[in-house]
């Protein structure tokens, strides 16, 4: 029974850290979009905006940098409101993204700020691209420092929420292990409605889409027949690098 003068709960909290603008669309918008659906809080920390490695488009139509910077910036936040996330860019500068004191600490600031339930983030490797395992040490490290009381800071000392690492392009490659299948299926025109947003990397937009086709079908053969899923499940590949918590075994 809820009484009338009782504080309404807390939404949970997702923190997303992606080095680049597209990042969090590819790799994990159906997360993103499933947590904001039901009413949860999510938080993309957006490290660049990708604007040396990942705009050739942009680059080969004559633009300068501080144009491609804004039409990245534009595309993610679109993107994020699309989602129904907010976004926060820290304009550390792509290719090479470097791992620095001032950056962690930036970061530490919002895991203290946003007291994360869960933490979306890269892999530890990825060597097709440099910035991914920088992204990933720093959202780690931040993380680890967040909860130290003694550290200096804004805001309270986090717990140790649980974190998923997002499929990398070429998980073959990455060390990359699909231990969970994330059943995206209900928000899967939105993630696709933000992955259109990014026309910076319009050649990745059909193969984020056959990826998910692809998790779908592994999905429905881990589940089983019987569940009633979709004929045309989609889905996303995450990997836990900390032991799962429980009372039970499911």
Not at 138 to 154: F, K, N, W
Request: hydrophobic share 40%; proline share 7%.
């Amino acid at each position: 029974m809820t009484h009338g003068n009782a504080p309404a709960a807390t939404p949970r909290s997702t923190l997303v850290v992606t080095a680049h603008a597209g990042d969090f669309v590819w790799r994990a918008g159906g997360a993103i979009a499933l947590a904001a659906s039901r009413g949860e809080k999510v938080t993309i920390a957006c490290l660049t905006f990708g604007e040396r490695g990942e705009s050739a488009k942009a680059w080969r139509e004559g633009k300068k940098l501080d144009e491609i910077k804004a039409i990245r910036r534009a595309e993610a936040e679109q993107a994020a409101a699309t989602l129904g996330a907010e976004v926060r860019f820290f304009d550390a500068g792509d290719y090479p993204l470097l791992v620095t004191p001032e950056l962690t600490d930036r970061l530490v600031e919002v895991y203290r700020a946003t007291q994360p339930d869960v933490v979306l983030t890269h892999p530890v490797e990825d060597p097709y691209n440099g910035d991914h395992p920088a992204a990933n040490r720093m959202a780690l490290e931040a993380r680890v420092l967040a909860q130290a009381i003694g550290y200096p800071g804004e805001g309270e000392i986090i717990g140790a929420p649980p974190v998923f690492y997002f499929e990398p392009h070429q998980p073959e490659m990455s060390g990359f292990r699909p231990e969970v299948l994330l059943d995206i299926t209900e928000v899967w025109d939105t993630k696709r409605k933000a992955m259109e947003c990014l026309g910076a990397q319009q050649h990745l937009w059909d193969y984020y889409t056959d990826l998910a086709v692809r998790r779908g079908v592994q999905l429905k053969r881990n589940a089983g027949p019987n569940l009633g899923l979709a004929h045309r499940t989609m889905a996303e590949a995450y990997m836990r690098p900390y032991p799962q918590i429980a009372q039970e075994l499911a």
